[in-house]
């Protein structure tokens, strides 16, 4: 399908639950389709149509007043009510549920080899419980077509099984050079922050405020495994790979990295298929978690919920929660969330990345989350490799003091506990001049 392609977005939410259609459509928008009409329904969920028939009926008749391609439907469909639901449409209407429109979006964002294996991962994860179910139902002499989930092909289980090992071994690969890579950045004295949180937080806008100061092509050279800039853009999932920034906190060197935007009620099977990408949160030395602070409150708190389930199980580094948009609210609503939140969310930072609001707060915090650094003395004879080290030094640490004596150079430095160890045996090579150590006998 094409963009603006119409659509209608389709709910059902158990009995005495409200319905909320305003995700299904932003993600059929991040799709690139047009929702024209929505519906909903409020009841336990119908084995053979997920709808009640009559709701479906009522859907059927919407289709063909708007002239609807698709009917996008906000849950997860077994492959048994896809087909029933289809059946009761006019010809050649597609049904696509949740979970097959966010595989449609990262499709469509899936710009890196890691991020279409990914992609791949999800899209055959979802496959195989069907091709389970054939195989299930073949095995017990059923007719192949039972309920419509088509001939039976008795390879495909296993061809899909075989494809999610290849895939998953080619994914281990990525993931064990990207550890490697980040255990080089630590050791070159960088720090590193992951941006995460709910889609459409403002991550990327507030990655840019951040490192708003440093031209993209600084970090071409340095970082060519991964994609220059961020986009900020009103849709969900603009963000599907991960997108690396360095940005200067202060007295730290940081690399801050955005990653693909979270969203409520994914099935383990695709959160795992993303695995490699969420490793740039999970291995992080800081994690920034973004809210929409604009939001109401019981969605804000739904989304920290679905936040919290996706870090804190494999999650290392501590997590700062962001409070941003604060643009959009006065300060007694900030304070009612803040009160409100608090048990998800303690001691908060409040910013506006679009306008630059009490990010100078934003990054004083980083700096106090980050692992602490530890403080080194050196006393150096002045000569060439002395001046190379104290210029290191600068690079990779934060020099206090620099005093030099006679000749000798006095440097009192902060730095990771890697960069102390490299300064240290730099420090053992550096030998005085020639001449100068018989002299002093």
């Known amino acids: 399908m094409t ?26 928008r991040a799709a690139g389709y047009e929702v024209v009409a929505t519906l909903a329904q409020s009841r336990t969920e119908d084995a053979a ?3 009640g028939e009559g709701k479906v009926e009522a859907l059927a008749g919407l289709v063909a007043e708007t002239g609807a391609a698709a009917v996008v439907v906000d849950n997860r469909l077994g492959p048994y009510q896809t087909y029933n639901i289809g059946g009761k449409l006019p010809t050649g209407v597609e049904v696509i549920d949740r979970f097959t429109l966010i595989l449609e979006i990262f499709g469509q964002r899936a710009n890196t080899r890691k991020a279409q294996l990914q992609v791949e991962l999800a899209e055959l994860r979802y496959e195989l419980p069907s091709a389970e179910a054939k195989a299930s139902l073949a095995k017990r002499d059923e007719r192949p ?8 092909d008795e390879s495909r289980e296993r061809d899909i099984k075989a494809q999610i090992s290849r895939i998953q071994q ?6 064990d050079k990207e550890e490697t890579r980040r255990e080089r950045r630590r050791e070159s004295g960088f720090d590193l922050v992951a941006l995460a949180g709910y889609t459409n937080a403002g991550k990327s806008t507030l990655m840019r405020r951040l490192a708003d100061d440093l031209d993209v092509g600084e970090n071409e050279g340095l970082h060519p495994d991964l994609d220059p800039t961020a986009e900020s853009e ?15 906190t202060g007295t730290r060197d940081v690399l801050l990295t955005d990653t693909v935007g979270f969203v409520s009620d994914l099935p383990h099977w ?18 920034l978690l973004v809210v929409d602070a604009s939001e109401p ?61 009490n990010v100078g707060g934003l990054t004083d915090r980083i700096e106090s989350e980050l692992p602490a650094w530890r403080e080194e003395r050196l006393l150096l004879p002045l000569a060439d490799g002395a001046m190379s080290l104290v210029s290191w030094l600068h690079d990779n640490g934060n020099v206090e003091r620099e005093e030099y004596t006679g000749e000798e150079v006095l440097v009192e430095f902060a730095a990771r506990p890697a960069i102390v160890e490299q300064a240290r045996a730099k420090a053992a090579d550096v030998r005085p001049p020639a001449g100068e150590t018989e002299s002093a006998d």
Do not use: W
Request: some cysteine; glycine content about 6%; proline content about 3%.
């Open 234 to 248: 009103d849709r969900l999932f603009t963000t599907l790979g991960t997108t690396t920034r360095r940005a200067d």
């Open 49 to 51: 149509y997920h709808f």
């Open 145 to 152: 077509g039972f309920m419509g989930l088509g001939e039976y």
């Open 3 to 28: 963009d603006g392609t119409p659509v209608i977005a389709a709910q059902r939410v158990d009995s005495g639950d409200s319905a909320d259609l305003s995700e299904i459509t932003e993600l059929a």
């Open 170 to 175: 080619e994914l281990d690969d990525i993931a």
């Open 297 to 357: 409150v019981e969605e804000m708190r739904n989304k920290l919920v679905t936040c919290h389930d996706t870090l804190y199980e494999r999650n290392e580094a501590p997590i700062v929660t962001v409070l941003n948009k604060v643009d959009r609210v006065d300060d007694d609503e900030l304070e009612r969330k803040r009160a409100a939140l608090d048990a998800l969310a303690p001691t908060p930072v409040a910013v506006s990345g679009l306008t630059g609001e």
């Open 270 to 287: 695709l959160v795992e298929s993303f695995e490699s990408t969420l490793d740039s949160v999970y291995r992080a030395d800081l994690v």
